[in-house]
């Protein structure tokens, strides 16, 4: 149980374009989702946190322009790099928890951002 | 603030030998413990998590950690590690009401045959 699906995998793109990266829940229902980047060999370094149905918190020195987060539902969030360009490029992790008291984050398998 | 250090970023060991992993913390309030391992290019899978209560926690592919409050510590350990642990080890800090987590540098663990 409690799997968190995160799609693309790995993408590749030119600078400039928007790219939108998915969470999913698949087995339990995700009250909070928080999205997480990790430069190699280092880290995680939290980004925001959302909640569905309302805005997304992000922590200090990130750009909320230029990562746009959704929580729509209860089960999907996504983020989106508006206008990439290769200083975004990096390993994007989701991470998911279902509110209930005591229960851990469940992580997504990651997505590689690489901006030519 | 709270913080997290992991004072080891690389240990190699030998297949079959014990390993400890060393995970100190700085925190508030009482603390939620955690540790993660990740393999390359993958997501973090959680190994094992403290609330409360025992202070020896048990957790998956036969890893265990002993939280220790007077030291502020919460190493992981297992007694014969296998070629299939060699990752990166995260250790993370969160507490009750406070859904954040905290993750310290990580350690990469290497086994040699």
């Known amino acids: 149980g409690a799997v968190v699906s995160q799609h693309p995998s790995w993408v590749i793109c030119k600078s400039g374009t928007s790219v939108k990266i998915e969470c999913r829940s698949l087995d339990f229902q995700a009250t909070t989702m928080f999205w997480y980047r990790q430069f190699p060999k280092q880290s995680l370094m939290l980004m925001a946190t959302s909640n569905e149905g309302s805005k997304a918190t992000y922590e200090q020195g990130v750009e909320k322009d230029k990562f746009l987060i959704n929580h729509a539902s209860l089960t999907l969030s996504t983020l989106t790099v508006t206008s990439a360009h290769p200083e975004d490029s990096s390993f994007y992790i989701c991470?998911?928890?279902?509110?209930?008291?005591?229960?851990?984050?469940?992580f997504g398998d990651g997505t590689r951002l690489s901006i030519l | 603030a709270q913080s997290v250090t992991q004072p080891d970023i690389h240990i190699t060991v030998s297949e079959g030998a014990s390993l400890e992993l060393r995970c100190n913390y700085s925190y508030g309030a009482t603390p939620y413990l955690f540790w993660y391992v990740q393999s390359p290019g993958q997501g973090l899978q959680l190994l094992l998590k403290?609330?409360?209560?025992?202070?020896l926690v048990q957790g998956i592919k036969g890893f265990e950690a002993e939280f220790k409050r007077s030291q502020s510590s919460f190493n992981l350990r297992k007694p014969s590690v296998h070629w299939s642990d060699a990752a990166e080890y995260f250790c993370?800090?969160?507490?009750?009401?406070?859904?954040?987590?905290?993750f310290g540098t990580g350690t990469r663990l290497t086994i040699i045959p």
């Open positions: 403290y609330f409360s209560g025992d202070t």
């Open positions: 993370a800090v969160g507490s009750f009401g406070n859904e954040k987590l905290t």
């Open positions: 991470s998911a928890i279902d509110g209930t008291v005591n229960q851990p984050q469940h």
